[in-house]
């Protein structure tokens, strides 16, 4: 966790040096506030804090997707929040458009093998401290539950943004069978750990075999759909 966290912080001073365009820099300062609340040092080894998951490229990237999309029509929406950092990147650029957060709270479901680098159980995070840090943010609705069960209410919804987070095969094929005809011609879905979870991975390139789509990875373990 420790290197982790370094490797964050290197990448965010260098972030810092070089982003001097005036636009990239509101998103950059963004991060640089989430980074700022992060757990200290000892909070982590001693008190079992989380440290931020996302790098500080990633989560910039994020950003820079959600104020494209801001103005695009249809709605946002994000499935596996844990505590907040990735949707509240999505919040700060999103202005009044309607987003809709998916997260369980009881941690991961039951893991297959295919995913056997995670638990049943993992990521575990509390309803209440979530509401609460996206509160102060417009047309901002948190969905408490599993993920496609809580979808039911959101059939006729259409998307811009779609972020997922889900870490494993069978909930990230879940939510693209859900969100992709959902999603409105030039919308975004984007995917945390393509580059280092193999259900992640599988469940895109299967899912998108024969879509006319094609599967961009971002940064170090991003990947980004453009619906056509």
């Given amino acids: 966790m420790l290197p982790r966290r370094f490797i964050s912080w290197v990448e965010l001073l260098l972030l810092r040096n070089y982003k001097r365009n005036p636009l990239e820099r509101q998103g950059l300062e963004v991060v640089n506030r989430i980074y700022a609340r992060q757990s200290s040092i000892f909070a982590i080894l001693f008190r079992d804090a989380t440290t931020i998951l996302f790098s500080p490229g990633e989560l910039l990237n994020l950003w ?99 972020h997922l987070d889900v870490d494993l095969y069978e909930e990230t094929l879940a939510a693209l069978n859900f969100f992709y005809s959902r999603t409105l011609s030039g919308g975004r879905i984007i995917s945390h750990d393509y580059g280092q979870c193999v259900g992640v991975w599988k469940a895109f390139d299967e899912f998108f075999f024969d879509k006319p789509e094609n599967v961009e990875p971002i940064g170090a373990t991003q990947v980004m759909v453009i619906k056509r």
């Fill in 64 to 162: 820079e997707q959600a104020r494209v999309m801001r103005d695009h029509g249809g709605a946002f929406a994000e499935v596996g929040a844990f505590k907040g950092d990735s949707a509240e990147v999505a919040c700060s650029a999103k202005g009044d458009r309607q987003f809709y957060i998916f997260e369980a709270f009881g941690g991961l479901p039951a893991v297959g093998e295919i995913d056997e680098r995670f638990r049943k159980g993992m990521f575990a995070s509390n309803e209440a401290d979530l509401c609460q840090r996206l509160g102060r943010y417009p047309n901002t609705v948190v969905v408490a539950g599993y993920f496609p069960n809580t979808a039911r209410p959101f059939v006729d919804e259409r998307f811009s943004y779609v």
